[in-house]
């Protein structure tokens, strides 16, 4: 079977998913069960001290299904996202985390100075780190030899649901980077934004916003979990050579008032 | 300092006792202590005194940022 495989564990589906920004807990759940998945990235936050009523999130997530991946979203310099993955380590008994140093509010785009640090102390500390990262295939050597497990190179800018700005990055990254798997994290704005990920040769996709802020997240997800399996297929079938001029597909013998 | 906020202890406290009087569930968060991050064994055997800095964490919704 041709599975995704991060140190060492093997998942069913090359969509990892993530848990913010859905209507409602339920609304996340069913499309959670439409996608597929069983990878989930979660935040990891305060406590609300003065509001204890709000329901955990984690009522709505069939942990024995989906894999929890805690991230450091949010974080700004390489010690707050190693603080930030150490409570995440403590608070789900993994020691997994999708790693983000951030660089610029605007943008959103990594540090990757920050990450590349980041990266290296958790390594040592016995991470396994899924660094969210520009598309530049020189840090992505640098992750790798940091000890990555995987590269997560973006599509477009968190949450932009642009597509894959620059399929050619992509593309020169999965053509490089072979002793790591390729995980496109952020930009994918809808289905076929998804394929073209996958088609481009990445092993996975990452992402939230695309489901979550879609008029129906479930149908959404369903149709990245299509988009996903039918781009992987694609990419491991071997695509026919592009040509400027056209090739007839019937035979050109037997035709008739010839 | 407990989540950035200023918290009055009335007694000395040790973590599972803070937990336990603020109504969270242990085994869904995670206690960082003076920049520490606890194990959960070390809930019961920490003891919070005045000018401690104390992080309760848990997961919540999000994919990035």
Redesign the interface.
């Known amino acids: 079977m041709d599975r995704l495989v991060i140190a060492g564990r093997t998942f069913s589906s090359r969509l990892i ?6 209507p409602s807990h339920q609304v ?1 759940q069913q499309a959670h069960e439409a996608s597929g998945a069983d990878m989930a ?7 609300n ?1 003065s509001d ?1 009523t709000k329901e ?3 009522d709505y997530i069939d942990t024995a299904k989906i894999f ?1 991946l ?2 450091t ?2 974080c700004y310099s390489a010690d707050e996202a190693v ?1 930030t993955a ?7 008994l993994s020691n997994w985390v999708k790693l ?1 140093v ?1 660089g610029d509010e605007a943008t ?1 785009f990594p540090d990757n100075e920050g990450l590349l640090e980041a990266t290296r102390i958790l390594v040592k500390e016995g991470f396994v780190v899924l660094p ?1 990262t520009s598309d530049d295939l020189v840090v992505c050597r640098k992750l790798v030899d940091a000890g990555a497990a995987a590269v997560m190179p973006l599509g477009a800018p ?2 932009s649901g642009l597509g894959i700005q620059n399929p050619n990055n992509i593309r020169i990254i999965r053509e490089f980077i072979t002793s790591v798997p390729v995980i496109v ?2 930009g994918v704005g809808t289905a076929s934004d998804a394929a073209l990920a996958m088609e481009l040769g990445a092993d996975g996709v ?4 695309a489901i ?1 802020g879609a008029g129906n997240p479930a149908a959404m997800a369903e149709a990245m979990n299509y988009a996903v399996r039918a781009g992987r297929l694609a990419y491991t079938s071997g695509r026919i050579t592009r040509k400027a001029y056209a090739t007839a597909s019937s035979p050109a013998d037997g035709l008739i008032g010839r | 300092m407990l989540n950035g906020d200023r918290f009055d202890l009335a007694a000395s406290l040790t973590v599972s006792e803070l937990l336990a009087q603020l109504d969270i569930d242990p085994r869904r968060v995670a206690v960082e202590h003076n920049l520490t991050v606890l194990k959960k064994p070390a809930y019961d055997t920490t003891r919070l005194i005045e000018g401690d800095a104390v992080e309760i964490v848990n997961f919540v919704g999000g994919g990035a940022r």
């Open positions: 998913i993530g848990t913010g920004k859905y996340m990235t979660v935040a990891v936050r305060r406590v001290i204890r955990s999130l984690l929890l805690p991230n979203a949010g603080r150490r409570l995440g380590r403590e608070a789900g983000e951030i959103l969210y968190i949450g994290d952020a990452l992402m939230n916003t979550a």
